[in-house]
């Protein structure tokens, strides 16, 4: 299987500074015929299901605001809040959907510093 | 509008059997893979099963594989995850949720069932 693991556990940010969280995947997740990373970023908040942010590590999910962005290849991924704002408080997780069982990390809980 | 719907958590004992269901509509849902997710208290998210568009494939987590079978019947517009040999650890809320096709994300995702698991 493979494990993804995120970096931090937790993050407290000012508003308007930039978040950043890491992900690393245990084996790449770059898959060659087509290029693509099957990387995916989530948001979840309490009492509510998660949400798709970024899909192929780096494609913004229609409606999510251009202040998140996905970067990284192959086993190293990294999604960036370019200014927080006050409604991106919420767990983010990374899942690779390379290969199944789809794997998860563990979270990163993002609060305001 | 599209709408995820899941039904059938409760509170059982170990050993126990239980079947949820995800109603779905706004999509053809006939050509989605479709998923469970599942969140223990205080945990995060932890993949649980796929199931191909068209039921031929269907794949599990180490956790739940012989235990869990998921189904679904596209006449119906319906998923489904039938639990066996329920244990303390499966309790979680329950998530439905869409791939687009083949390998992608999850797109969309249902509100969860909370499944207790407890003597």
């Known amino acids: 299987d493979i494990v993804m693991t995120q970096s931090p556990d937790s993050l407290a940010v000012s508003l308007g500074e930039r978040a950043t969280i890491n992900c690393k995947s245990s084996q790449s997740v770059l898959y060659s015929s087509n290029n693509k990373n099957y990387l995916a970023w989530y948001q979840h908040k309490p009492g509510q299901p998660p949400k798709l942010l970024i899909y192929w590590a780096s494609t913004r999910e229609s409606g999510v605001p251009d202040r998140f962005s996905g970067s990284g290849s192959a086993t190293d991924f990294t999604l960036t809040i370019s200014s927080l704002q006050a409604e991106d408080v919420a767990v983010y997780y990374c899942q690779q959907y390379y290969g199944t069982p789809y794997t998860f990390g563990q979270g990163t809980k993002l609060e305001i510093k | 509008q599209m709408q995820l719907v899941e039904s059938g958590g409760g509170v059982l004992q170990p050993g126990g059997s239980l079947r949820l269901s995800c109603a779905a509509s706004?999509?053809?849902?006939?050509?989605?893979?479709m998923h469970w997710v599942r969140q223990a208290p205080g945990k995060g998210l932890e993949w649980v099963a796929l199931?191909?568009?068209?039921?031929?494939?269907?794949y599990y987590a180490d956790s739940v594989q012989g235990r869990f079978t998921i189904s679904r019947d596209n006449s119906k517009n319906t998923l489904y995850l039938q639990m066996n040999s329920l244990r303390a650890e499966d309790t979680a809320v329950y998530y439905c949720?869409?791939?687009?096709?083949?390998?992608?994300?999850?797109?969309?995702w249902g509100q969860g069932t909370l499944v207790t698991v407890s003597s």
């Open positions: 949720a869409k791939d687009s096709s083949g390998y992608s994300p999850l797109d969309y």
């Open positions: 199931i191909r568009y068209d039921g031929t494939n269907k």
């Open positions: 706004g999509f053809t849902f006939s050509a989605n893979g």
